[in-house]
């Protein structure tokens, strides 16, 4: 298994650009996550969904939109940049529910930069 | 809602030693987990130890263990014979029980950056 997989590694963008970040995962999870990092901080919690079709906000959505059409993939979208979203961000998954340790595996980061 | 607070931005030990990274929570919540994530320079995120609060028995997991002290809301991770590669940031974290519902999402503290001097 490949686990959480993040595209792309790095990325700069000028003010006011889209992106969108991808993130697949192939455990066949039905909770996933994106949550930014910024310097000197912990991660925080941008978007959720807990299954295909499902998403909700998190703590700081502001600026951003997700989609979850399958279960595999949860695309987190950026539609106009701002230096303030320059962050390191996480995707991870989980699955949800009774059983499992509620363990949360992530991806390696995606770092971007708004110029 | 819930905080998490690690109070020891940097934290530093040679090696072979033993260091303990403090962690404190706050919730109202009687049933929640409790984790230690390590990420190294190449920024992924590693589960180093888990802990359920309906568990009293410390968590172990070879040269990492925890003590865990749920009234005071307590929460520290303790190194054993540190080594080069233990040197990274550390986050503690917090998620509600599975059986609440919701988001499931984790509340992570700031960090703590370990050294580890040879």
């Known amino acids: 298994n490949a686990g959480v997989t993040q595209t792309p590694k790095f990325r700069i963008l000028k003010i006011g650009q889209s992106m969108t970040l991808q993130c697949t995962q192939d455990?066949?999870?039905?909770?996933m996550y994106w949550y930014r990092q910024d310097p000197g901080m912990g991660l925080k919690l941008i978007y959720y969904?807990?299954?295909?079709?499902?998403?909700d906000k998190g703590e700081v959505p502001n600026g951003y939109n997700v989609s979850r059409s399958t279960t595999e993939d949860f695309p987190l979208r950026l539609e106009l940049a701002a230096p303030s979203q320059t962050s390191v961000y996480f995707c991870a998954s989980k699955w949800g529910g009774t059983s499992g340790h509620n363990e949360q595996f992530f991806g390696p980061g995606t770092r971007l930069t708004v110029l | 809602a819930q905080t998490v607070t690690q109070s020891q931005p940097e934290m530093s030990v040679q090696e072979a030693e033993t260091v303990t990274l403090s962690c404190t929570y706050d919730?109202?919540?009687?049933?929640?987990?409790l984790f230690w994530y390590k990420q190294p320079p190449s920024r992924q995120m590693i589960l180093v130890i888990r802990q359920e609060a309906y568990k009293q028995q410390n968590a172990t997991e070879n040269r990492f263990s925890v003590n865990f002290q749920k009234a005071a809301k307590s929460f520290s991770l303790k190194i054993s014979d540190s080594q080069l590669g233990d040197a990274a940031m550390y986050f503690c974290a917090y998620s509600h029980s599975m059986t609440q519902g919701g988001s499931e999402k984790l509340v992570f503290g700031k960090g703590t950056k370990l050294t580890v001097n040879p």
């Open positions: 455990m066949n999870h039905n909770y």
């Open positions: 969904s807990v299954g295909a079709g499902i998403t």
């Open positions: 919730t109202s919540e009687s049933d929640y987990y």
